[in-house]
């Protein structure tokens, strides 16, 4: 068997076998396969398509590429959520906290911002000396002391879909459902998490930009996660504008702390009904009982008070948890006016791309990420607007003429616009 014969098995649209996936899966992690061989590999799944058993091969021989850590001696529940990307997405720091704080613990394996949507690694490295590459051990042992951490998967953790995952990125190969069932789900398979919310993104901002694949994604990693015996639920949320307000990492970590602290808006009905979600499931619990428990988890402080717990927990500076204007915001400050009347419309990926290029992502692995530049949105998508109000305020640093001129791309201003519901269906195990 070589990989040569194995892409022109898929080219042809064949069905591979147990052993040809795992064969391919070897290569991959031991060097065996060649970047190009991976590239036209995954250009062959892209345009044939994979089975539903050759999708869990593939997850299953990738989750087992490298290391799975041990799951802590601790009691209950552990829970995990994964987005697919998305945009002023940074539900994460808002429900870990929210979920510890009424007794889940949350083992949460977190990336770095993709292109351009955002990281929570790199959010979290917004608190100074803030760890995210805990050891397997530190990792459970914060889990068992103060109910959860958010970290990155070690270097050894699934090598398969971290080297397929950077061929991917240069070579138009992300949006196929088999290839990002895959890559998602054996990184939560090569982790102990029992309970495991998927937020799966559609739009614009996302990677799949139609409702009905994300469903369909999200139908087949509830399928993979149930054969692989773990309760697995997904949800299918809209991502055509930011879901907060803020882009960028320091001005997303202020967001997210001023939720903790009450604030309303789609950021915090989202990533409060996650929280939601993961708590009935963990807890077996009815919908409204779950919801009471998550709002009396912000409104009491609990959950404000639990971050400041992970952030120094894990050798961050947990002052700017209560002081969020510790979190420096880039020198220079523009507004951007309205260029038209009618109904404010917000394409996310433009803004996500004008933090890219205000240098708060990453355009290759290597580069640093600025923590102060972002975009602080004044209008929200289906506002009202008049020409010259302020859209946005953008924090950068010199000339950022490139960036300004995308973000003022980002805004549109149709007579009429009705934002689609930010969250749509919900997948439980037992359904799909
Ligand atoms: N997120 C992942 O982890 N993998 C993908 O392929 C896409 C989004």
């Known amino acids: 068997m070589t990989v040569y014969e194995i892409i022109d098995a898929k080219k ?143 270097a050894h953790t699934v090598p398969a879909d971290k080297r397929m995952y950077v061929v991917r990125d240069v070579t138009a190969t992300i949006d196929s459902i088999p290839l990002i069932a895959s890559s998602v789900m054996s990184k939560k398979l090569a982790s102990f998490a029992d309970v495991v919310l998927l937020d799966v993104k559609y739009g614009n901002g996302a990677f799949l930009p139609a409702e009905a694949d994300a469903e369909e994604l999200a139908r087949l990693m509830v399928r993979i996660g149930k054969r692989a015996g773990r309760r697995v639920c997904a949800v299918v949320t809209n991502m055509d504008a930011p879901l907060g307000d803020a882009v960028g990492c320091n001005l997303e970590v202020r967001e997210a702390i001023a939720v903790l602290g009450g604030k309303k808006n789609d950021l915090a009905a989202l990533s409060l009904y996650l929280a939601q979600k993961i708590l009935e499931e963990a807890l077996s619990l009815p919908e409204a009982e779950a919801k009471a428990r998550v709002r009396a988890a912000v409104d009491s402080g609990a959950a404000l008070a639990k971050l400041e717990q992970i952030v120094a927990a894990q050798g961050g500076d947990a002052r700017a948890v209560r002081e969020p204007e510790r979190l420096p915001l880039a020198p220079n400050e523009v507004t951007v006016r309205a260029a038209g009347s009618g109904v404010c419309r917000i394409a996310a990926k433009k803004l996500g791309e004008a933090c890219l290029l205000l240098g708060g992502g990453r355009q290759r692995a290597e580069d640093a990420v600025d923590h102060t530049v972002g975009i602080l949105l004044q209008k929200r998508a289906g506002e009202r607007v008049r020409e010259g109000e302020p859209v946005a305020r953008v924090y950068c640093r010199g000339a950022a003429d490139e960036a300004l001129e995308r973000v003022r791309e980002a805004f549109s201003y149709p007579p009429e616009y009705a934002p689609p519901a930010r969250i749509g269906r919900y997948f439980k195990a037992e359904e799909v």
């Open 12 to 154: 042809r649209g064949a069905e591979l076998t147990p052993r040809q996936i795992r064969f391919f899966v070897r290569a991959v992690a031991d060097g065996g396969a060649s970047d190009a061989q991976i590239a036209a590999f995954c250009m062959a799944v892209l345009l044939r398509g994979m089975t539903d058993e050759e999708c869990f091969l593939l997850t299953e021989a990738m989750a087992q590429s490298g290391e799975v850590p041990p799951r802590p001696p601790v009691g209950g529940v552990i829970a995990d959520k994964h987005s697919t990307g998305g945009v002023s997405d940074s539900t994460t720091l808002i429900l870990v906290p929210v979920l510890c704080s009424l007794g889940v613990k949350c083992a949460k394996y977190s990336g770095r911002g993709l292109g351009h949507t955002g990281g929570t690694l790199d959010k979290l490295e917004s608190f100074p000396g803030f760890r995210v590459d805990l050891t397997a051990e530190r990792f459970a042992r914060q889990i068992a002391q103060i109910g959860g951490a958010i970290s990155g998967q070690t």
